[in-house]
């Protein structure tokens, strides 16, 4: 973070602070997996492991489905050094750190977007995890924690006990050594100048309680770096808050300077890995234009011409690409142009997005893939918003309210093309709407209410046909505190991230001899992620079941493991 002078505010020496032990979402648990078999080996650097992915290839002739099933061998090497405990000191240049584990590294997260609603909000929850700070609310005494955080507060089925024949389940995030959250050193930029415990309180998330013994904390991180601001992208009533921006209209000059940012985050902090992530708001959609962003060599060319279509969200992610770190968009627009995927192929620089999935989306990828598969077909899917935070206002805007129309739309595409007897398939050749194929109607609106603050309301129906004509209408109405449902997701993508840069495989099948890294589009986040970024020419998977079976598959994968079955196969037999 840049140098500050004194907010002005000191904090309060807390009677709370750790009198009760760390939340288990918040606990250090050492790394006890230890498989016994010839399919994984442990060292001391490295989980080396086999792995058999098995599928199968159905063509149709005269009607005849035949099946045959595949196999292909893989080897997976996870790298066992994660990030070394570390926070950010009164001065924001210099990181003390406490060298607790050998394998430890170090890792920051960067944030663009770090004085919004969702950066003070983790930053804030990071420190308060951190000090095991403790406060009042109405109901009683409250202690941090990381729930809502798929890693850090979901489990998964490792096995059984042969004793007792019950399940073994433990928490997501142990699977392999992962970051742990309290020890990401953090810092980004903000088009908005104000110090972080005051843009805490400018956000008005968290209790007054909390705040207050924060103060301090936050006020040690300083002031966000200076941001970029080209006002065509975000919504006009944006401009109030621009008073901290990198100078000028040179898009070179400001790559540059974000390059510059993150290597000298880096080396003041003796970093071994910076993930850079847009918490920003959501732009307009960038246009494809051929010759300016189509191509890694044309983007790079454009962003030397200053192209009005090259936009702050791009520009940060081939920042990152070309300093090798990896990028992820937590917003809806198109930062990934095809120019910035080629780059980062080119790169091998890792890229993830878009958008966060936190409330309504998350609901709707769950309850429409459930009508789906129950034989019921929804006719119509109709999404209601009202908030009034930051994020609502911006939204307001036309061009910016598009861009999330389109991450929120595409959520059931996947689940409706699945079942063609339902839903009658696309016309060969055609365009449009029927390119696709039949789909249900659906709409999403999203309307800023400021007195209702970071508490989202949203309101779903689904209409639907039913057996012989019939018709279902259910309703569904879901409140939500917005920015305390993202930030966990923030804290997932980043660690995820990070562990996926310490995995390579290699294709036993094929003879390869070298391990490679993973491809540089991380499909594997999908979970988290409304519109998921996907390898060029493979489909996008937006059921939630698919993609937590994807992610717990593979990281049992890296243990050699096979993946999850519910098919329990010894209750089922004699």
């Known amino acids: 973070m840049a140098p500050t002078t004194s907010s002005g505010y000191t904090t309060p020496d807390s009677e709370l602070e750790s009198i009760l032990p760390p939340h288990p979402t918040a606990a250090r648990r050492p790394h006890q997996i230890v498989v016994e078999s010839e399919n994984a080996t442990f060292s001391d650097d490295y989980i080396t492991s086999k792995y058999t992915d098995r599928g199968a290839d159905v063509v149709v002739v005269n009607g005849q489905y035949i099946v045959k099933p595949t196999a292909r061998s893989y080897e997976f090497q996870t790298q066992r050094k994660v990030s070394k405990t570390g926070y950010a000191s009164p001065h924001p240049n210099i990181c003390h750190r406490i060298y607790t584990d050998a394998l430890r590294s170090s890792s920051r997260l960067m944030m663009i977007g770090i004085g919004g609603n969702n950066g003070t909000t983790l930053a804030a929850t990071v420190l308060a995890n951190r000090h095991n700070i403790v406060w009042h609310t109405k109901s009683g005494i409250q202690q941090p924690n990381y729930i809502g955080s798929v890693l850090r507060a979901s489990t998964i089925r490792l096995g059984v006990d042969p004793i007792t024949g019950k399940d073994v389940n433990i928490p997501l995030g142990d699977v392999l050594p992962m970051v742990h959250p309290n020890d990401l050193v953090l810092g980004g930029w903000d088009i908005s100048g104000l110090p972080l415990d005051k843009a805490m309180a400018r956000a008005e998330v968290l209790p007054w309680d909390l705040q207050r013994q924060l103060i301090g904390h936050m006020g040690n991180l300083g002031k966000p770096l200076p941001s970029i601001y080209y006002p065509d992208f975000i919504a006009a009533n944006q401009e109030a808050r621009a008073d901290n921006l990198i100078l000028g209209n040179d898009k070179q000059v400001h790559l540059e300077k974000l390059r510059a940012d993150i290597r000298e985050f880096r080396s003041a902090n003796d970093l071994d890995r910076v993930i850079v992530f847009w918490t920003a708001n959501t732009e307009r959609y960038s246009d494809i234009i051929p010759g300016v962003n189509d191509t890694a060599n044309n983007l790079l060319n454009a962003i030397k011409n200053s192209h009005s279509e090259v936009s702050p969200s791009t520009l940060f992610a081939v920042a990152a690409i070309l300093e090798g770190e990896p990028f992820i968009n937590g917003a809806p627009q198109n930062t990934f ?157 980043t660690i995820l991230a990070e562990l996926l840069t310490r995995v390579k495989y290699r294709d036993a099948t094929a003879g390869e001899i070298e391990f490679s890294s993973l491809h540089p589009v991380l499909s594997l986040l999908s979970y988290m992620l409304k519109a998921p970024l996907v390898k060029p020419g493979t489909d996008v998977v937006n059921s939630l079941g698919r993609q937590r079976n994807a992610l717990e598959t593979f990281l049992k994968a890296c243990l050699g493991l096979e993946g999850s079955t519910d098919l329990l196969l010894k209750s089922r037999i004699w």
């Open 337 to 493: 142009v095809p120019g910035v995927i080629e780059l980062a192929g080119r790169k091998r620089a890792f890229i993830g997005g878009d958008d966060l999935k936190s409330g309504q989306t998350k609901l709707k990828s769950v309850f429409a893939e459930f009508l789906v598969n129950a034989g019921i077909k929804p006719l119509a899917i109709s999404s209601y918003n009202h908030l009034g935070n930051n994020d609502g206002r911006n939204l307001s805007a036309e061009a910016q309210f598009k861009s999330k129309e389109i991450s929120k739309s595409s959520v059931v595409d996947d689940m409706v093309d699945a079942n063609r007897l339902l839903y009658k398939p696309p016309v060969p050749g055609a365009k449009g709407k029927d390119a696709k194929g039949e789909h249900p109607d659906h709409i999403v609106v999203i309307k800023y209410v400021p007195a209702v603050g970071d508490s989202k309301r949203a309101i779903d129906e689904y209409y639907s046909e039913i057996f012989c004509g019939g018709r279902s209408t259910i309703n569904i109405f879901n409140e939500c505190e917005d920015s305390l449902l993202a930030t966990p997701l923030i804290l997932d993508l």
